[in-house]
């Protein structure tokens, strides 16, 4: 059982693949007052590169097995995935199972880390618990617009609404203006600087020989690879040497695949799934490439800052108040055309790679973890105070 004396909180959410939301919640778990708090995660799946990770002073449950506990004969796999699925849509329809057979304790504060989670969260049996969601997303992306009105449904019925970053929290208003927010508050991501330098030293041998561009995220239409791929194809044409390395995995791998043969690009631009420590890549790698579609505040700008690589990346979300662009990082438009020049601009412009490298060295002054960490404590006491 949890000790009484402390105030005691709930995260939700589905899987840990490897990704920036899950690195997040990770973050908080090990940094979060252990004197004033007692953590425990529940996971849908347990699953994911992250599902390990969570530190020895956090309780783990789990309502089924993840992918990599399931039988490989094929056959029983798919009895395992329907078992599965149907044993979690009777979960959802049945809260008080979780907390009864599954948790059984009742928490003070419960969090969802992403819209993913919110219903679950929402729909807790336990109705004297305050509920905190965490919002990463631009609520305008097309993409988006089929969950839309589940999203809005839930907002009004969180205690607190947490944004990860201010351009989010704008972009949420300005597109309902009229919904009946919670309190609200923007937090940057918290950035683990030591952590990433010293993993970062880990020692690799696989990147490319010649001139290295990396990206580090999941494998989704939004993060723009394809388009990547097209721009890196050009510049081989043009005569501009050079190799990508994608580190990550996700749906989008098989057209991946197929479009990397078509444009006979299998020796240069590198799809090798995900890595538990990506930062010797980051920072062994001459550049880092972000080309997405859409970003809130994503956190692999934050590392590949932190580890002081000079950085290609998209306008979206808040890149523009992380980079200052041509002095710190070079910011383009989601389009073919601009990612081929910035990146022929990196392969050929000696003295501005100089430059941003000679910007970046002072870069992590930036990031006050401590801060970030408090903001989110004061959140929680003040929604525990309102609840005794």
Same mark, same amino acid.
């Given at each position: 059982?949890? /000790? ?18 899950? $690195? ?51 056959? =029983? ?32 504060? /419960? ?19 305050? $509920? ?70 880990? $020692? ?14 999941? =494998? ?8 990547? &791929? ?5 510049? =081989? ?14 749906? /989008? ?22 890595? &538990? ?43 523009? &108040? ?54 989110? /404590? ?6 525990? $105070?309102?609840?005794?």
């Amino acid at each position: 059982m949890l /000790e009484s004396n402390k105030i005691k909180i709930l995260f939700r959410h589905r899987s840990m693949e490897m990704g920036g939301v899950e $690195k997040v919640m990770l973050s908080l778990l090990n940094n979060l007052d252990q004197a004033k708090f007692e953590l425990t995660v529940l996971l849908n799946l347990n699953q994911g590169e992250l599902r390990n990770e969570f530190p020895s002073h956090v309780r783990k449950v789990f309502l089924t097995d993840g992918k990599e506990d399931f039988s490989k004969n094929k056959l =029983l796999q798919k009895f395992q995935l329907f078992r599965r699925k149907n044993k979690l849509e009777k979960l959802k329809k049945n809260p008080e199972v979780i907390d009864q057979e599954y948790l059984k304790e009742y928490y003070h504060i /419960e969090i969802a880390m992403t819209y993913n989670d919110f219903e679950s969260v929402l729909n807790s049996s336990n109705k004297n618990s305050k $509920k905190i969601g965490w919002f990463h997303s631009e609520i305008n992306l097309p993409k988006l617009q089929p969950l839309v009105p589940e999203i809005l449904k839930h907002f009004p019925q969180f205690d607190h609404l947490i944004y990860c970053s201010e351009k989010i929290q704008k972009i949420m208003h300005e597109a309902y203006p009229n919904l009946q927010y919670p309190k609200e508050s923007a937090i940057i991501n918290a950035i683990p600087i030591e952590e990433i330098k010293n993993k970062a030293e880990e $020692k690799i041998t696989d990147l490319p020989k010649n001139l290295v561009f990396v990206s580090v995220g999941r =494998l989704h239409t939004r993060k723009g690879y394809h388009k990547l &791929m097209e721009a890196h194809a050009q510049l =081989l044409k043009d005569g501009f040497h050079h190799s990508i390395v994608i580190i990550g995995d996700g749906e /989008e791998m098989p057209n991946l695949l197929t479009q990397q043969k078509k444009l006979g690009v299998e020796k240069t631009y590198h799809l090798v799934g995900n890595k &538990m420590n990506p930062y010797p890549y980051l920072k062994n790698a001459d550049f880092f490439i972000m080309p997405s579609e859409s970003e809130a505040w994503p956190l692999v700008i934050a590392e590949a800052l932190i580890l002081q690589r000079p950085i290609i990346a998209t306008k979206v979300g808040d890149v523009e &108040m992380m980079i200052k662009d041509r002095k710190t990082g070079y910011l383009i438009d989601y389009k073919t055309d601009e990612i081929y020049e910035a990146m022929k601009e990196f392969l050929t412009n000696k003295s501005l790679i100089s430059e941003l490298k000679e910007n970046l060295k002072e870069i992590e002054k930036e990031f006050d973890n401590k801060k970030i960490f408090s903001a989110i /404590e004061e959140i929680i006491l003040n929604l525990y $105070k309102g609840n005794v």
